[in-house]
């Protein structure tokens, strides 16, 4: 695949996807509960985004396995690791059913990771970005898609602040980019258009109170999937 592309999925070799269309995935993170769970689904959630990091949204393995038991086949299962040992993190992800694993620790810039400790499972490399700090060079690229969230200092990840996307733009990027940081419903359809990415991810957009609200969960789903890109 063409590096500074793959952010726009070719859907066939003679019809450009611009012509097309699509619209993006849509992952909710720091999902706690099962009715949640289900509603972001219902709604049209292609990801559910499920914290084991230290954070108000994080859930235990236990916790995270008997929403997972109640999912659907075809809804992505992301497990948001901060530092964790990787044999920790494969031991979590095979107890709980997870399809993919969002690394947002401190490896960002050299993930020259193996996949091979996480049972080759889909990997999702975080990189924050804003408050000063530019695009990182990709210097091994063994990252499945990259998630770039807002930067800011001790804090990794659901800050609920966003970044200027216009960084993004024309990103040379060698695999799917993910748009996180400071979503909501009222912005994300504005950085769909400008961005352009494989998927958004949000969690305190889609909040009141500190907890998931479903009509903020179902109101950005529409607004995120309503523009063709
Ligand atoms: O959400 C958290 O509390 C969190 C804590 C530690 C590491 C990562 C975390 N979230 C990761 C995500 O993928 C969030 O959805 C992403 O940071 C966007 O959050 P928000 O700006 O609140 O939409």
Redo the contacts with the bound molecule.
Sequence with gaps: MTAGRCNRLKTSASVPDAALGRRVRV?I??ITDTPTALAAVEAGADAL?F?F??????VTPEVARGIIQHLPPFVARVG?F?NTPPAEVADIAAYCGLTAI?L?GDDEINNNFSKSPYHNLPVIQ?LRVGGGRGLPRWPRCNADAY?F??YKEG????????FDWGILQNIDCPKPVIL????NAANVRAAVKLVKPYAV?????VETGGHKDIDKIKEFIVQAKGVLI
Excluded: N, P
């Excluded at 996180?180 to 979503?183: I, K, N, P, T, V």
């Design positions: 992952k993170c720091g985004g914290v990091a230290t954070s108000r949204r994080q948001v901060v969002q947002s975080t998630l969230d807002t804090i990794y990840g659901g800050t609920g602040e966003a996180a940081g400071g979503l991810d949000v969690s305190g957009g």
